[in-house]
Structure formats: C-alpha cells, structure tokens
C-alpha cells in the first residue's frame, strides 16, 4: 500500500520575480567587478540577461551555432527541439568580444579542455550577493526579459517566439504582465484627460 496515499499534496507556488532597472544596474556593476577574476560566468549571465535564453543554452553554446552576420543563434537541439534565437546588438557585441580558443567548441568555456563551464550557480550566487539580489535565481533573467519586452508593447505571441516556447499556454503565464501594462497605461491616459478637463474649468 502506498504510504503516501491520501496525503494532500502540498501546492507548489509557480515563483515569477523580475528585475527592476534598478536591479540591472546593480547586477551590472556586479558583473563588472567579477569579469575580471570569473570572465567566463560573468559573459554566461550577460548573455541570459540580453538573449532571454535558458541556462542550458547559453551553458552548452557551440561556435558552429553562432552566427553573427544574421545576428542569431542557430540551436540544433533545446527544450523544445531546434530552434532559432534572434540577437540584439548587445548581446552580438558580448559574443564579438569572447574570445575563442581553438581547441575548445564551446562559447562559454570551462576549465578543462575542450569543455563548457558546468557550474554556473556557484559564481551566480556569489554575483547576486554583491549585486543585493539574494533569493533572486538564473532563470529570473529570462522572466525579466519577457517582462521588459511586454512593458515595450510586444504581443505574447511574439514572447513565444522569442523565448522559444512550443505552446502560447506557456507564454500565456505573462498574460497579468500585459493587463497590468494595459491598467498603467489606460491610468496615464485617464490623468491626461482629467488634468486637460481642469485647465478647462480654470480657464472658464
């Protein structure tokens, strides 16, 4: 008999945190500070941050899938098959400036020949604390890229596109970003008016 059975499982909370510009701006002065003796972590999160990507692809990013003249990462295989990952220019100019070391395929290297670096979490909490973002984890980046494209006015079909999700249900998660924009935006456009409509009344 299954011990378990009858027990009420306990709900898990779907976590959603997104930096601030605030935040960008400490993170960046962070990843400053640990480009110098962590390079290869510091260029892996700046990465995640400007592409939207998810860890294990930016982890095991190969040269042979870079393609800098189109500005896009061609992925043979990720979460959810092949895939093509549109660059800003930000992220094309962290690639331009990563070296590449002739014996080794991966854009992120580690340190044993021929590798990638396998452990990302390690560097990642020691730049969260100097950055004052405790608590805050990798996959958050690419929640904030999705949320900072929503507050530009992109439509949830193109976060699918560009976060490379199968299914509009997993993209449809931000769907209370877009109506709280819409809410910030009608407020604006309601306190334009009201403040128009009381010139009037002062005027007359």
């Not at 009420?8 to 400490?26: G, M, Q, W």
């Not at 979460?79 to 590449?100: E, F, H, N, S, Y």
């Not at 590798?115 to 690419?142: C, F, M, S």
């Amino acid at each position: 008999m299954n011990p378990c059975r009858g027990v009420k499982r306990y709900r898990e909370e779907r976590r959603e945190r997104f930096l601030t510009r605030e935040e960008y701006a400490r993170l960046g002065n962070s990843l400053d500070e640990a480009t110098e003796d962590m390079p290869e972590a510091a260029r892996a999160i700046r990465l995640l941050a400007l592409t939207g990507c998810r860890l294990r692809e930016i982890q095991t990013l190969q040269w042979a899938h870079v393609w800098l003249d189109g500005a896009e990462l061609r992925l043979p295989d990720s979460k959810t098959g092949a895939k093509t990952v549109q660059l800003g220019t930000a992220a094309v100019d962290v690639l331009k400036a990563t070296p590449r070391l002739p014996d080794n395929p991966y854009v992120i290297t580690g340190r044993k020949a021929g590798e990638y670096l396998t452990d990302l979490q390690k560097p990642w909490r020691r730049i969260r604390k100097a950055a004052g973002l405790d608590g805050v984890r990798l996959h958050d980046l690419r929640h904030s890229f999705a949320s900072d494209a929503l507050e530009m006015g992109a439509d949830l079909t193109m976060i699918g596109r560009m976060l490379g999700h199968s299914d509009i249900k997993t993209t449809s998660r931000y769907a209370h970003l877009k109506r709280e924009n819409v809410k910030r935006s009608t407020d604006q456009v309601a306190q334009r008016i009201s403040s128009a409509l009381t010139d009037a009344r002062i005027q007359a």
